[in-house]
């Protein structure tokens, strides 16, 4: 049997990664050494890597020295945490796009990495089965959205919260938008899904940003999630 490495699907997700990175600035943490080598030295993220750390504190000080666009981390660090550093390293600098793999899949951790600010959540578990695509997930969240796949929302809210009480609950339209962030969709494609402006949109995205008193879409998005206004399966 002969094998043309250039039509392994690996190969074409390697292709796609590469043409996603180009011009980014990429840090990789992880716990697992050789998970960590071989991820810096994959070369669509050696062209764009600025560093790889194994601690949450290393990791900080390349974000402080390097300014990368996105970060790549494992829930399980050397020393430190990995939700912990998306929280710490968003607060730095909110435009950073940040993606963390879990191996612990409870609602908590779940709720805990969507809180912290993380644009993707995969499941170490989900890898190459696709759900949890790696390539998905950093095309959706370079053009602003942000990737939940159906394991992870589901894990989210096998478990909500109370119900808050709103002043102002939110109408069934500022639902129906906030369903399509949490799909991942940018505020242009919920306007093409929704038959409404660009605008309209984006008046409903900061309505529903101040009733439900959070700092931005991805924020509202975790909210009602976890909070059971939205359901799972969307």
């Keep these: 049997m002969l094998i043309n490495p250039s039509e392994l699907p690996l190969q074409k997700a390697a292709d796609a990664c590469q043409k996603l990175l180009t011009n980014k600035k990429v840090l990789v943490c992880s716990k697992n050494r050789l998970t960590l080598s071989a991820l810096c030295l994959c070369t669509p993220i050696l ?55 879990l191996q612990r899949e409870t609602p908590e951790v779940v709720q805990e990495a969507m809180e912290a600010g993380a ?71 919920i306007a093409d899904s929704l038959f409404v402006s660009a605008e309209t949109v984006k008046s409903h995205v900061s309505t529903a940003i101040h009733k439900l008193g959070v700092r931005d879409r991805t924020q509202a998005a975790v909210f009602a999630l976890t909070h059971g206004l939205i359901e799972a399966d969307i």
């Design 119 to 189: 644009d993707g959540v995969m499941f170490m578990s989900s890898i190459g089965t696709g759900d949890g695509d790696f390539i998905h997930a950093l095309s959706t969240t370079n053009s602003g959205g942000i990737y939940y796949p159906r394991a992870v929302r589901e894990a989210a809210t096998a478990k909500v919260k109370p119900a808050p009480i709103l002043v102002d609950p939110l109408s069934e339209r500022e639902l129906e938008v906030i369903r399509c962030i949490i799909r991942g969709m940018r505020n242009t494609e």
């Design 47 to 101: 062209q764009s890597l600025v560093g790889g750390a194994t601690t949450e504190d290393e990791a900080l000080q390349v974000q402080q020295e390097n300014h990368p666009d996105i970060l790549i981390t494992s829930e399980d660090l050397e020393k430190g945490y990995g939700i912990r550093l998306v929280e710490k390293a968003k607060d730095h600098s909110p435009d950073l796009k940040a993606l963390i793999f």
